[in-house]
């Protein structure tokens, strides 16, 4: 079981089966809509459900699919970049833990805010004391909102900040706060090229680097299919119920048995 860092949802999260795997294959890009569909069929909610997936504040999205990449791959996460300096254009490892990345991005309530109403709301509305800002937190059908916006930070403020017309410190303050109760897991890391010692950026967007990641793992699926298919003549709906890892060891036996017979 694991908790989710902003909504406190408990979960479980089960490894992906060929249908899953096929989702990632298939789909065109690695999009919001992608990550839905792939939570909803492999998340079991414990306790806090939300009223629907895209509910969820984008964090908590977030952390579902590093949860589900930890349930495939582990929780180490092994990236590589290259150094930024001409001259150097070293390869440099971008290595971190799951568990430990999630517990360093833990929400905190800033001192000067305050749920507005009841607090029974549901999304809540916060109040930014001192000030006449009202706000909530983004949730992920904000993202798929402002996602073709020609200004998504601005059209996402305007869903999720009042009044409108608020002043531009309060306005920035009421971001701040946001971002304190809810700590994207999307943002630069910072590191230093151990060869010649520039300080490097190393942007993690968690939605593409993890769907890229399980994509990847997925890429075998069809040979898996027909190979399996071939020598047991099962059906594709069969096969492609087989928990991935099940699968992978099917596939590897025949692969094995073929290369004895040549
Ligand atoms: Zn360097």
């Known amino acids: 079981m694991s908790r989710l860092p902003v909504s406190q949802a408990e979960v479980s999260v089960r490894a992906p089966t060929g ?27 414990l306790a806090r459900a939300p009223d629907a997936w895209d509910a969820l504040p984008v964090p908590d999205l977030e952390a579902l699919l590093l949860l589900l990449r930890r349930t495939v791959l582990g929780d180490r996460i092994r990236a590589e970049t290259v150094c930024i300096m001409p001259t150097c254009g070293a390869r440099i490892d971008v290595d971190f833990s799951i568990n430990a990345y999630l517990a360093h991005h833990m929400p905190r309530t800033p001192r000067n805010v305050a749920l507005d109403g009841s607090g029974e709301d549901v999304p809540a509305w916060y109040r930014l004391l001192g000030t006449q800002a009202r706000f909530r937190l983004p949730v992920v059908a904000d993202r798929l909102a402002v996602a073709y916006s020609a200004n998504p930070v601005r059209d996402l403020a305007r869903r999720c900040i009042q009044p409108a017309n608020l002043a531009a410190v309060a306005r920035r303050r009421a971001i701040q706060a946001m971002a304190a109760l809810a700590p994207s897991l999307s943002h630069e890391l910072d590191g230093r090229c151990p060869e010649c010692g520039t300080a490097l950026e190393f942007y993690l967007d968690v939605q593409e680097f993890t769907l890229r990641e399980l994509r990847d ?46």
């Open 217 to 262: 793992q997925a890429r075998y699926l069809l040979d898996d299919v027909h190979l399996i298919a071939r020598t047991y003549h099962w059906t594709e709906g069969e096969i492609l119920a087989l928990p991935r890892a099940r699968r992978m060891r099917y596939a590897e036996r025949i692969r094995q048995e073929l290369g004895q017979e040549t």
């Open 19 to 45: 249908v899953e795997d096929l989702l990632l294959l298939e789909a065109v890009r690695t999009s919001t809509e992608l990550a839905l569909a792939l939570v909803a069929r492999l998340v079991d909610v």
